[in-house]
């Protein structure tokens, strides 16, 4: 027996090496998704979960190969009574529809969560999963996710962050630049309350200066009172000598970032950025005065409509609606 394996020569390493090219030889060729993988399902198309998928596959096949329902639900793994009882969907389904499509015309740089937010306040029972599937049903866009952010580091490799901790507890202020149809430029100074996220004021001019910085910053004063920090870049109408001294008196202390660091500026750079997307680059401002009433009126929607994702999807400072038979009696 012994003998009869060596002359076969399986016992040898040249019988070795012919199992080993014949198994070469006999492997099925790479095409799996990635480098190793010998499985040839590998790079097929994916499996058949959803009962809709499962539907079209079986008519497709039907009418391709001319065979009978019976016999292509058995292969498929599909129930006839799924495949004959369609979805009807919820009665209130169109009109929910049509009020999302209504909301997306509106607001077109909104995404399907505030929608549903939006939806919830307008008194629509719906979760964000339904009006997710619909929004892809329809083919409406889906906003790409955001990647995240590392920390703020200091130039000296220390890492301090100012956060707001009560609301008039720190402010920030940028310029945003724009123009009119003819040409001509404005800019628009921003004052933002960083821990309620609302748009203080929104102050329109061809020419912003410090001293209209400290002519915003007083009628705020006196409205919602001083805050405790005021955060801002180091642009000259900010570290003007005039309006250094003159929020020191007022009470309030001075944040600047560092040079050349945007990012530590984020509460203001982010509504900065979604004024640009959300009302700058969708209009025409033919002059100073209508841009002065657009910007106004977006800014009162922002602040009393407009769901904020980081306040979970409810306005930085929502009206009140007070029913008539609630109000107090004046006597």
């Known amino acids: 027996m012994e003998e009869e394996v060596w002359r076969n020569g399986h016992g040898t390493t040249q019988g070795i090496e012919a199992s080993t090219e014949r198994e070469r030889a006999s492997s099925p060729s790479r095409i799996g998704p990635y480098a190793g993988q010998t499985d040839p399902k590998g790079g097929c198309i994916?499996?058949?979960?959803?009962?809709?998928?499962?539907?079209?596959?079986?008519?497709?096949?039907?009418?391709?190969?001319?065979?009978?329902?019976?016999?292509v639900c058995r292969a498929l793994g599909q129930h006839r009574s799924t495949q004959r009882r369609l979805p009807k969907g919820r009665a209130d389904e169109e009109?929910?529809?049509?009020?999302?499509?209504?909301?997306?015309?509106?607001?077109?740089?909104?995404?399907?969560?505030?929608?549903?937010?939006?939806?919830?306040?307008?008194?629509w029972q719906v979760n964000d999963k339904r009006v997710e599937r619909l929004w892809r049903r329809e083919g409406l866009k889906v906003p790409v996710s955001q990647p995240k952010k590392g920390r703020l580091w200091m130039n000296d490799g220390s890492c301090v962050r100012l956060r707001p901790?009560?609301?008039?507890?720190?402010?920030?202020?940028?310029?945003?630049?724009?123009?009119?149809?003819?040409?001509?430029?404005?800019?628009?100074?921003?004052?933002?309350?960083?821990?309620?996220?609302?748009?203080?004021?929104?102050?329109?001019?061809?020419?912003?200066?410090s001293i209209e910085v400290i002519d915003a910053l007083t009628d705020l004063f006196i409205l919602r009172g001083v805050p405790s920090y005021i955060r801002s870049d180091n642009g000259p109408e900010f570290i003007a000598a005039a309006v250094r001294d003159w929020i020191k008196a007022a009470g309030a202390k001075t944040a600047y970032i560092e040079p050349g660091s945007p990012w530590e500026n984020g509460y203001c750079e982010s509504f900065n950025g979604r004024m640009r997307d959300e009302l700058l680059n969708g209009e025409i401002f033919y002059s100073l005065r209508e841009a002065?009433?657009?910007?106004?009126?977006?800014?009162?929607?922002?602040?009393?409509?407009?769901?904020?994702?980081?306040?979970?999807?409810?306005?930085?400072?929502?009206?009140?609606?007070?029913?008539?038979?609630?109000?107090?009696?004046?006597?």
């Open 292 to 331: 002065q009433i657009i910007i106004e009126r977006w800014r009162n929607h922002y602040n009393t409509k407009r769901p904020h994702s980081a306040l979970g999807y409810r306005p930085p400072a929502p009206e009140a609606n007070i029913q008539v038979d609630q109000r107090p009696v004046m006597h």
């Open 95 to 123: 009109r929910l529809v049509a009020d999302m499509i209504e909301l997306t015309r509106q607001y077109g740089r909104y995404g399907y969560r505030r929608v549903a937010a939006l939806l919830r306040d307008a008194g």
């Open 165 to 209: 901790e009560y609301q008039n507890h720190v402010w920030s202020y940028d310029f945003v630049h724009h123009r009119t149809d003819d040409g001509r430029a404005f800019r628009t100074l921003n004052i933002l309350d960083e821990y309620s996220r609302e748009c203080l004021a929104i102050r329109v001019k061809r020419k912003l200066n």
């Open 46 to 71: 994916g499996k058949l979960l959803s009962p809709s998928r499962r539907r079209a596959c079986i008519d497709l096949v039907r009418s391709q190969m001319k065979v009978s329902e019976r016999r």
